[in-house]
T-cell receptor, first 113, second 116 residues
Framework: LAKTTQPISMDSYEGQEVNITCSHN???????ITWYQQFPSQGPRFIIQGYKTKVTNEVASLFIPADRKSSTLSLPRVSLSDTAVYYC??????????????FGGGTRVLVKP | EAGVAQSPRYKIIEKRQSVAFWCNPISGHATLYWYQQILGQGPKLLIQ????????DSQLPKDRFSAERLKGVDSTLKIQPAKLEDSAVYLC??????????????FGPGTRLTVL
């Protein structure tokens, strides 16, 4: 089971780009990288998922280098409403039993005016 | 499309009492998850269902926790008897993934349990 390491917290300002890097040195061949966002008093919300290179959707980009030992979630032009905890998860999305996607402590992002 | 529904939203009980949480997943979602989230920590998977069957319950404290998924739709999670350390938010999530793998999960608002 791949373990992930991400910064405990990050501060940013409105309009800036926020990049959160997650380290997963033991990632397996069939593992995907998934990011979730969680606001206070709410359940986590899926942001983006990828396997390699770059994935982009309407809210974020995910950069994964060739060795896949780390990944970077990029949030462009953040606003105050992007203040949340961001979780990086690694696991085989095709497996059933024993998959056990594990949420770590996450990164608390605070966006300041 | 309706999201994952959970009830109650809040519950306060005394230690050694029993409590039950209910979850109604998104219609058509085969996989259902229960998580425990202690304040300041990430969610911890307690149990995962694939339709009616249990896929993973390795982190469920089976001496006091139980869960079932009736007819592959709604699910209940029970704690009996509760301990102080069970104070947490209990999150239910569902996913469409028919393989049972962790594709995109949709989370409910959670039930905040306080054990006094």
């Amino acid at each position: 089971l791949a373990k992930t390491t991400q910064p405990i917290s990050m501060d940013s300002y409105e309009g800036q780009e926020v990049n959160i890097t997650c380290s997963h040195n033991n990632i397996a061949t069939n593992d995907y990288i998934t990011w979730y966002q969680q606001f206070p008093s709410q359940g986590p919300r899926f942001i983006i998922q990828g396997y390699k290179t770059k994935v982009t959707n309407e809210v974020a980009s995910l950069f994964i280098p060739a060795d896949r030992k780390s990944s970077t979630l990029s949030l462009p032009r953040v606003s105050l409403s992007d203040t949340a905890v961001y979780y990086c998860l690694v696991g085989d999305i095709r497996k059933a039993a024993g998959n056990k996607l594990t949420f770590g402590g996450g990164t608390r992002v605070l966006v300041k005016p | 499309e309706a999201g994952v529904a959970q009830s109650p939203r809040y519950k306060i009980i005394e230690k050694r009492q029993s409590v039950a949480f209910w979850c109604n997943p998104i219609s058509g979602h085969a996989t259902l998850y229960w998580y425990q989230q202690i304040l300041g920590q990430g969610p911890k998977l307690l149990i995962q269902f694939q339709n009616n069957g249990v896929v993973d319950d390795s982190q469920l404290p089976k001496d006091r926790f139980s869960a079932e998924r009736l007819k592959g739709v709604d699910s209940t999670l029970k704690i009996q008897p509760a301990k102080l350390e069970d104070s947490a938010v209990y999150l239910c999530a569902s996913s469409l993934d028919l393989s049972g793998g962790a594709g995109e999960q949709f989370f409910g608002p959670g039930t905040r349990l306080t054990v006094l």
